[in-house]
Nanobody
């Protein structure tokens, strides 16, 4: 059983920064790709970023590239999403997820956190 718990997020003004973290318990964190997704009201869940098990490879949605950074600490079984230069359109519930593959498709992720709200005011 794998459990993911997000923390962080909150309210920030446009141009500010926030981070969200994801702590994983259970089986073999270091073998999973960790992904970040977000879902705004009335919209589908969308891919934000992912980091491979070793931390050596990352990928980002075009909308966040250059502003967001994903990282992980396998010893602490934690993944982090650092968000800079935030925009009002970044407002959403942010979810971390785990998969044994390498994908932007949320359907490929079998384990999900409960989500944390990020609100960016203009």
């Amino acid at each position: 059983q794998v459990q993911l718990v997000e923390s962080g997020g909150g309210l920030v003004q446009a141009g500010g920064s926030l981070s969200v973290s994801c702590t994983v318990s259970g089986r073999a964190f270091s073998s999973y790709t960790m992904g970040w997704f977000r879902q705004a009201p009335g919209k589908e869940r969308e891919f934000v970023a992912a980091i491979i098990w070793s931390g050596r490879t990352t990928m980002y949605a075009d909308s966040v590239k250059g502003r967001f950074t994903v990282s992980r600490d396998n010893a602490k079984t934690t993944a982090l999403l650092q968000m800079n230069s935030l925009k009002p359109e970044d407002t959403a519930v942010y979810y971390c997820a785990a998969t044994s593959g390498w994908s932007r498709d949320p359907r490929s992720y079998g384990y999900w956190g409960q989500g944390t709200q990020v609100t960016v005011s203009s």
